[in-house]
């Protein structure tokens, strides 16, 4: 049991509660030692950095702060800051120093205000959804205030410490501390933090509402705005210990990870759905967890990358590779996309599970008014494995009438009337390695027995569920229906046939040799990537053409990537990155099987996103 601490003081003794609420383990702070070689798909995949780069413990972070009088301790959401506070004072005292703290939780300006000021973007109390916010880091505090903080010359070292803490000295070097979003999440579920600035934390769901779209934007945007004033990132995933880095070796990291093949730390969700393939298959997973419906495998807005030295283990976002290096990562379409990563890779995993519900996305000028996002939900489901009767429901019936559908979603929503889904919708066959093809605006729902590998656009969060089988959530609560939203988005004229010949892909054979096969398997004309699947017995050699490429392993057990010098293993399953900067690499088969690998990546022609 912990004490709860938060930007707006600490809470009392009779809310105190679990640090973290998940049945997934935390990343280990340190490997175990001597190296060991882990055979298939790994949870935790880290790049190394070579020896002395990243640092352990509290006494070591404050001894480096002893050589200023005055240190920013800022960091991002989730930071239990009284824990981080504690570390300090006892590090510090230990070393016989005599240290000045200022909090910036005094700063902050009154819970009700901000919760008034932050309310326009978050929409109705019941709503999903709310829109990105236009706020600043500075909008959350008493500037004036802040203006008049003062620095005694009776300590051997200040500290300011809290979020926003670089908002009150400009000169001062900055320590940054960062937390995994997924372990934001597990501390929201457990109640051991709360969203910028409020007292008290709320209900998880209401909470993920206030970090996507208001908490986080404001966050990156500070730091990316002291980016250059930050001396050292530390990562306090863990509860009473930190791992840091100084900011030039972690730059180094970056820059040079910018240039050859890369894969982020995956984190896994249980959901209403959710099936067994992945609980059965992926080593190191809680065994114990009732399924798991999603693994976020490239999903970047929320997953890290992980570095290693003497065997700590150290992770940022991958929002500081695309700040460093957003060109060498996209290359020729870096100017649209900015540092924003556009593909998204993730599992939905139905084996032994449920159907998804019956949904569809927002078209790009809807969730650009609504939610103020840059690009859509454009997805693909490419079938990874199934079982013999699986399905995937998508398009709607020749004939479909509009009118009667929303009636009975709507009487459904109201009464817990079940849908005959299949009087509207079509439901399509399964087979491994199929890729079928939804653009937004397309009714759809993965059906039970499959693995999916989701190849996407980013945004991940702007489902427009219409009718969920009359299933509970995990917390025996029913989920939101939004019928509305939906119907302001669906193409109805995708039915019939024409669901067949424009939303299941037909591979095309484009290039082939002894040992090789490329098909192109095509996407939708609303589509900004584009799909290859590269086959073959030994080795290949693919050019970037100046763009970033994401793969999987869909079928083998292992291959290298060797990009210039580099070389990295690869496992089924697994996704990673080659940057536009790799220029070239090559993929060899360490397996004894053919090798299948799926390959994402931008399309040349873009020109209907800048509208």
């Not at 240290?99 to 000021?117: G, H």
């Not at 300011?160 to 670089?166: N, P, R, Y």
Request: hydrophobic fraction near 40%; charged fraction near 20%; include cysteine.
């Amino acid at each position: 049991m912990v004490g709860i601490s938060n930007q707006a003081g600490s809470i009392s003794e009779a809310q105190q509660t679990l640090f973290r609420k998940s049945l997934q383990a935390v990343l280990p702070h340190r490997l175990p030692g001597k190296e060991t070689v882990q055979e298939g798909y790994n949870i935790y995949p880290y790049h190394s950095l070579g020896n002395g780069k990243i640092q352990q413990g509290y006494d070591s972070l404050a001894k480096w702060m002893a050589d200023h009088s005055c240190v920013i301790v800022d960091g991002f959401s989730g930071v239990c800051w009284a824990d981080v506070e504690d570390g300090l004072r006892a590090a510090f005292k230990r070393m016989g120093l005599q240290v000045q703290y200022i909090s910036m939780a005094q700063y902050l300006l009154p819970p009700a205000v901000l919760q008034e000021m932050v309310a326009p973007f978050l929409g109705e109390r019941d709503a999903v959804w709310g829109s990105k916010t236009t706020l600043q880091l500075n909008d959350f505090f008493d500037t004036d205030a802040i203006a008049r903080l003062t620095i005694s010359s009776l300590y051997d070292c200040t500290v300011i410490i809290g979020t926003g803490a670089a908002l009150a000295n400009a000169a001062a070097p900055v320590v940054y501390l960062d937390v995994p979003k997924n372990e934001i999440q597990y501390r929201a579920r457990a109640g051991s933090i709360t969203n910028l600035g409020m007292a008290l934390p709320d209900e998880p769901a209401h909470m993920y509402k206030q970090f996507y779209f208001v908490d986080w934007v404001v966050l990156n945007r500070h730091q990316n705005a002291i980016r250059e004033r930050i001396a050292v990132q530390a990562d306090v995933q863990w509860q009473n210990n930190i791992n840091w880095i100084l900011q030039q070796h972690l730059q180094a990291g970056l820059q040079a990870m910018a240039t050859h093949a890369l894969r982020v730390r995956p984190w896994f969700e249980a959901g209403a759905w959710g099936g067994q393939w992945m609980k059965e298959r992926f080593k190191g997973l809680n065994k114990e967890e009732i399924n798991y419906a999603w693994s976020f495998e490239l999903i970047v807005p929320e997953n890290g990358i992980v570095f290693e030295s003497d065997d700590y283990l150290l992770e940022v976002p991958f929002d500081l590779l695309m700040q460093a290096a957003a060109k060498k990562i996209l290359g020729k379409h870096a100017d649209f996309f900015g540092t924003a990563f556009p593909i998204r890779f993730d599992f939905l995993d139905t084996w032994n599970g449920g159907n998804l519900s019956v949904q569809c996305h927002p078209s790009l000028a809807y969730i650009r008014q609504h939610f103020g996002e840059h690009i859509t939900q454009d997805e693909t489901y490419y079938i990874l494995d199934c079982k013999e009767d699986a399905k995937v429901f998508l398009g709607f019936q020749e004939g479909i009438d509009e009118n009667a559908f929303k009636t009975v979603l709507e009487e459904s929503k109201h009464n817990g009337s079940p849908v005959a889904v299949t009087d509207y919708v079509q439901a399509h066959p399964a087979h491994k390695h199929d890729l079928f093809l939804i653009p937004n605006g397309t009714v759809h729902s993965a059906g039970a027995d499959n693995l999916v590998l989701e190849i996407s656009a980013t945004p991940y969060i702007f489902t427009f569920k219409m009718y969920d089988w009359l299933r509970l959530d995990l917390n025996g609560e029913p989920r939101a229906i939004n019928i509305e939203h939906a119907f302001n988005n669906l193409r109805f004229e995708r039915q019939g046939e024409s669901v067949k010949k424009e939303l299941i892909s037909t591979p095309v054979l484009i290039d082939q040799g002894k040992h090789f096969e490329i098909y192109h398997l095509p996407t939708h004309a609303e589509h900004f990537y584009d799909v290859h699947r590269l086959e073959f017995d030994d080795s290949i050699t693919i050019s970037t053409n100046g763009s970033c490429h994401v793969l999987m392993l869909v079928e083998g057990s292992t291959v290298l990537v060797e990009t210039g010098h580099h070389k990295h293993t690869f496992s089924f399953a697994e996704t990673f990155v080659v940057p536009a900067a790799a220029n070239q690499y090559t993929v060899v088969n360490k397996g004894t099987e053919r090798v299948r690998l799926v390959k994402a990546f931008i399309k040349d022609d873009i020109n209907f996103l800048k509208k």
